[in-house]
């Protein structure tokens, strides 16, 4: 079965600093991985989306690496703003699945 | 377009009844997943329709259900409500176009209490 973990589960980091977030699947047989933003008590919100065959995805700040044979994803994220503390979420969408399943997030908060 | 819908936002309801939510996708997207989200859980698969069928199903009791209508609207309904139940449910869509994997959108979810 599928387990994705993200490494820490919380970070605060000083506005304007960059920062990284890691995320680790188990199982290699993905289509895609994506990266999603979550504010309390809200919905999610996709950042990027990588398929299985790219390395990278690129949007604004954020930068998201896929490495799909050791099962890594990280999520870089440039010259932090207090609008960015959020918990993030990453999700791998298995082959011949329909579902995404889900990491267990990491908590971002970045102070002014 | 107008984003993914979901109707009621909160709920309160007490062991044993039972709900109902509802679900509205994307303009033009068939297929519409749901998930619970809860503290010590996590975020977890409930069950995906498309074009009105279910096509996958996660690893919940049976008195969670669900389906979809010719429109895409999803609902999904829990009978003998349990105090476990008590989660942010989340529906996303998709388009669906070239066999699985395209990016699903969320809408804000319905936060369920049981009391």
């Known amino acids: 079965k599928q387990e994705v973990t993200q490494i820490p589960a919380a970070l605060s980091v000083p506005e304007g600093e960059n920062l990284v977030l890691n995320c680790s699947f188990t199982d290699s047989a993905i289509y895609n991985l994506q990266w999603f933003r979550q504010d309390p008590g809200k919905g999610l919100t996709s950042l990027l989306l990588?398929?299985?065959?790219?390395r990278e995805q690129t949007s604004g700040r954020l930068n998201a690496s896929l490495d799909k044979s050791s099962g890594r994803s990280t999520l870089y994220i440039a010259a932090s703003q207090p609008g960015d503390s959020a918990t993030y979420l990453c999700?791998?969408?298995?082959?011949?699945?329909?579902?995404?399943?889900f990491g267990t997030g990491t908590r971002l908060t970045v102070i002014p | 377009k107008a984003g993914v819908t979901q109707t009621p936002r909160y709920l309160i309801k007490t062991r044993g009844q039972q709900v109902t939510l509802s679900c509205s996708p994307i303009?033009?997207?068939?297929?519409v997943s749901w998930y619970q989200q809860t503290p010590g859980q996590g975020l977890q698969f409930l069950f995906e329709?498309?074009?009105?069928?279910?096509?996958n199903k996660g690893n919940f009791p049976g008195r969670f259900s669900g389906r979809q209508f010719s429109n895409s609207r999803s609902e999904m309904n829990v009978s003998t409500l349990e105090l476990g139940d008590s989660a942010l449910y989340l529906c996303a869509s998709s388009s669906h176009v070239y066999g699985g994997g395209e990016t699903q959108y969320f809408g804000p979810g319905t936060r369920l209490l049981v009391l």
């Open positions: 999700a791998v969408y298995e082959t011949g699945a329909n579902n995404l399943f």
């Open positions: 990588i398929q299985s065959s790219q």
């Open positions: 303009s033009g997207h068939r297929s």
């Open positions: 329709y498309f074009s009105e069928t279910q096509r």
